[in-house]
């Protein structure tokens, strides 16, 4: 199996490094506007997780911009980027490959956490929490966007 085969794993678990609910969010969307993902995704078939994992990512946006908002590197940040990404890391993977999908997004999503926090309080530096939270949610948010779009199918 070639990496290639991988890839939208691997950069689904870098957004969830910088945005745990971000993978699910996007994943939701998709399923909710008609399109399949390679891999097996249970959980998002049905209606109350999508729209719980469509609310838990708006709540992170927002919530992220708060000044009492933890690093994204404590023990609840990184549990839920562990599940985030495991999830959407198997739901992007090729069929058959989920485990391995769901592996290499985790492997992805845990050293870039430590890596986004520590751009993210450069950023904050510079410009402050709000403009750099919005900065970051503009780029992640697309790039989620762009990674499930490209690697799923119209269910048609």
């Not at 959407?88 to 985790?106: F, H």
Request: hydrophobic share 55%; no cysteine; aromatic share 2%.
């Amino acid at each position: 199996m070639k990496i290639r085969s991988l890839l939208s794993s691997i950069l689904i678990g870098a957004v969830a490094s910088a945005r745990s609910m971000t993978p699910m969010a996007t994943l939701a969307m998709a399923r909710l506007a008609g399109r399949k993902t390679p891999g097996t995704l249970v959980l998002l078939d049905r209606p109350v997780f999508k729209l719980g994992a469509l609310a838990m990512g708006a709540g992170e946006l927002a919530g992220d911009k708060m000044k009492t908002a933890p690093d994204r590197t404590v023990f609840l940040g990184m549990l839920a980027r562990v599940m985030s990404a495991g999830i959407a890391g198997a739901a992007l993977a090729p069929e058959g490959r989920e485990r391995t999908g769901a592996a290499v997004a985790v492997a992805t999503a845990v050293p870039m956490a430590y890596l986004t926090l520590s751009a993210r309080k450069q950023a904050i530096a510079k410009i402050g929490q709000t403009r750099s939270g919005l900065i970051e949610d503009l780029l992640i948010v697309a790039a989620g966007a762009a990674i499930v779009a490209l690697a799923t199918k119209s269910d048609e």
